[in-house]
T-cell receptor
Framework: DAGITQSPRHKVTETGTPVTLRCHQT?????MYWYRQDPGHGLRLIHY???????DKGEVSDGYSVSRSKTEDFLLTLESATSSQTSVYFC??????????????FGPGTRLLVL | AQKITQTQPGMFVQEKEAVTLDCTYD???????LFWYKQPSSGEMIFLIY??????QNATEGRYSLNFQKARKSANLVISASQLGDSAMYFC????????????FGKGTTLSVSS
């Protein structure tokens, strides 16, 4: 199994509070991604990173920011959580981005509930 | 417009039967990759199989095969000899263009296998 951990695994927070989710990998992979999964929507990309300090927006990036100061860590921050950000958040990694067939491996997910 | 369409919200099959999960995709990029993932009730995302747009043969991985019909833009997953452990949500996903880009997911199909 790919060495990907996410923390916390579960979180309940209140509207308006900042929340940071952490993704940590031990594979030294270059690419890291944050997705959210909601019923009826599948997985949608929030942000991704293609190297340290190199990030870009995905389909549903509004209300989220990311940072990657080390290869192994990719942080997702909800600046001011809203109920619409209640979701399951998945981190994924892929090795180098050199091959189209490169598989993305997923972390275990974080369940976030915003009250 | 939907890039990945999975039209079957739920499928039901008996053990040992084969089942086909449908996936159609939309892209104008000549270079793309198609992936299938399995998500059991425990929540993790498990990579199953990959098909590249230039691959001449349909991909196979054990009991999984991908019925790739490029002209029809379909990439159906075939599971032979279903097992109870195959009960899960299945997602079709596509990566288009350059390597390293994120996956675009369909909304998923829930497969239920009964004894």
């Amino acid at each position: 199994d790919a060495g990907i951990t996410q923390s916390p695994r579960h979180k309940v927070t209140e509207t308006g509070t900042p929340v940071t989710l952490r993704c940590h990998q031990t594979e030294n992979h270059r690419y890291m991604y944050w997705y959210r999964q909601d019923p009826g929507h599948g997985l949608r990309l929030i942000h991704y990173s293609y190297g340290v300090k190199d990030t870009d927006k995905g389909e549903v990036s509004d209300g989220y920011s990311v940072s990657r100061s080390k290869t192994e860590d990719f942080l997702l921050t909800l600046e001011s959580a809203t109920s619409s950000q209640t979701s399951v958040y998945f981190c994924a990694i892929s090795e180098s981005g050199d091959r189209l067939k490169e598989t993305q491996y997923f972390g275990p997910g974080t369940r976030l509930l915003v009250l | 417009a939907q890039k990945i369409t999975q039209t079957q919200p739920g499928m039901f099959v008996q053990e040992k039967e084969a089942v086909t999960l449908d996936c159609t995709y939309d892209t104008s990029d000549p270079s793309y990759g198609l992936f299938w993932y399995k998500q059991p009730s425990s929540g993790e995302m498990i990579f199953l199989i990959y098909q590249g747009s230039y691959d001449q043969q349909n991909a196979t991985e054990g009991r999984y095969s991908l019925n790739f019909q490029k002209a029809r833009k379909s990439a159906n997953l075939v599971i032979s000899a279903s097992q109870l452990g195959d009960s899960a949500m299945y997602f079709c996903a596509m990566r288009e263009g350059r390597p390293g880009t994120a996956l675009i997911f369909g909304k998923g199909t829930t497969l239920s296998v009964s004894s």
